[in-house]
């Protein structure tokens, strides 16, 4: 009696908050879940299938025991996952995440994207490449290198293959993790503002991102320190925060010696299924020589992704001053930049899961005020996205658009179909 009475004693002396997990690792447990959960349900579907082939070779077929709950199961549990994948790249949870929940190893990510475009738009004139070419050749090297300290190198090498090797290395940062919550980065990464932005092109539905991310953010990367993390410690759950301090050079164009400031704050909802984000920059940039006046470099976002069902949306404002250059290796000042001008930008996108694997979507683009003639752009586009597995997928895309953006956007043209694989 006095044993169970000790043991009784010892149990209830536990501390309750011992048994709950830590916030910052949730994440990454879902992702293992559910990654295992995948290979369960292709495991159970090579199972069934050997089953069924057993049974005809052996001519039992109408004596096979085939009961209706045992041959749901793959099909259940294949649709739970596709509908888990849907909502993690509709939603991105873990957009602009650091490196802390994967080692680094030998073996690099290779993302291979190829392309065939036709149909120019008018006046495209040599904005356009026609027919077949490797759009994104990518190898990248990212993890923990040490308990505290992690790592990420990419390599694309499509530019080399259009003659401009400067623009071969995206990636390339340490980053140190002061606790669960924070992290510090330096280094060349992608700016945190917007979705669009961040979005991995191996999980981005159309061909290339929105018009503003050619103007704006051309590359998507500058050379900077971060600090980045969360707020579950405190009772603002599932909120992101990253705050930096960059070039503005946007790879190697902008030469002063002013730093530009990037803040943004990001926060998802499990019912509904909702994130929301805001962003800012505040920063300076050069003019053209001889032109004097206003050279800021500020602007605003907010990005919004929503998902229910079967159905997904998508939707990003920014605007702020005009950008002076575009991205080249010498600066490359835009045609109609005006100091003190101002441009606005926005997308809606929307998608529909058809099946596990194949999906159809639309989107509405716009840009107001291109530094290049000053015009307003307009795009739409529509595609359909298949699924061959869990590593490559096929998209055709078909786009309306009233006349060409000139700035890191292949898309002046009507047709593209897009074959990707990532291993």
């Known amino acids: 009696m006095k044993t169970r009475v000790i043991l009784l004693w010892l149990l209830l002396s536990i501390p309750s908050h011992a048994q ?20 369960l349900a292709q495991l159970n579907d090579a199972v069934h299938a050997l089953r069924a082939e057993l049974a005809l070779i052996k001519g039992g077929r109408a004596n096979t025991p085939q009961p209706v709950p045992a041959a749901l199961a793959p099909q259940t549990a294949s649709a739970e996952n596709a509908q888990r994948e849907f909502a993690e790249r509709l939603l991105a949870p873990g957009i602009g995440a650091s490196e802390r929940e994967a080692t680094l190893q030998a073996k690099p990510e290779i993302f291979i994207q190829s392309r065939y475009a036709a149909l120019p738009i008018r006046n495209a004139n040599g904005e356009f490449n026609p027919n077949f070419s490797m759009e994104r050749i990518e190898t990248r090297w ?3 290198v040490a308990a505290r300290i992690g790592a990420g190198l990419e390599i694309q090498y499509h530019p080399a293959l259009d003659g401009s090797s400067e623009e071969m290395v995206n990636d390339a940062f340490v980053e140190y993790y002061l606790n669960d919550h924070a992290t510090v980065r330096v280094g060349q990464f992608i700016k945190p503002f917007g979705f669009d932005i961040q979005q991995s092109s191996a999980e981005r539905e159309s061909p290339e991102r929105g018009i503003f991310a050619g103007y704006f953010f051309p590359g998507q990367r500058d050379k900077g320190v971060m600090l980045s993390g969360d707020l579950n410690f405190t009772s603002l759950k599932n909120v992101q925060y990253f705050a930096g301090v960059f070039n503005g050079n946007r790879f190697f164009a902008d030469s002063n010696r002013q730093a530009n400031y990037v803040l943004r704050v990001r926060k998802r909802f499990d019912r509904p299924q909702l994130a929301v984000g805001v962003s800012a920059q505040r920063g300076k940039q050069i003019l053209p020589p001889g032109v004097r006046g206003n050279n800021d470099e500020n602007l605003i976002g907010m990005d919004v992704q929503y998902m ?27 045609d109609a930049f005006r100091p003190g001008a101002k441009s606005a930008a926005g997308a809606l996108f929307a998608t529909w899961r058809l099946t596990n694997r194949d999906h159809v979507y639309a989107r509405y683009d716009q840009f107001n005020r291109d530094p290049v003639k000053g015009y307003n752009v307009r795009a739409f586009n529509f595609g359909y996205l298949r699924y061959l597995g869990e590593m490559t997928r096929i998209g055709i895309d078909y786009q309306f658009k009233n006349r060409p953006s000139f700035n890191d956007d292949a898309l002046n043209g009507r047709l593209h179909i897009n074959w990707s694989i990532e291993f």
């Open 20 to 39: 709950q997990p830590e916030p910052a690792s949730i994440n990454a447990l879902e992702q293992k879940l559910a990654q295992a959960e995948r290979q």
């Open 308 to 334: 229910r069902g079967r159905f997904g949306l998508r939707g990003e404002w920014m605007a702020g001053n005009t950008p002076s250059t575009l991205l080249g290796i010498q600066p490359e000042f835009a």
């Open 142 to 144: 990212s993890g923990k």
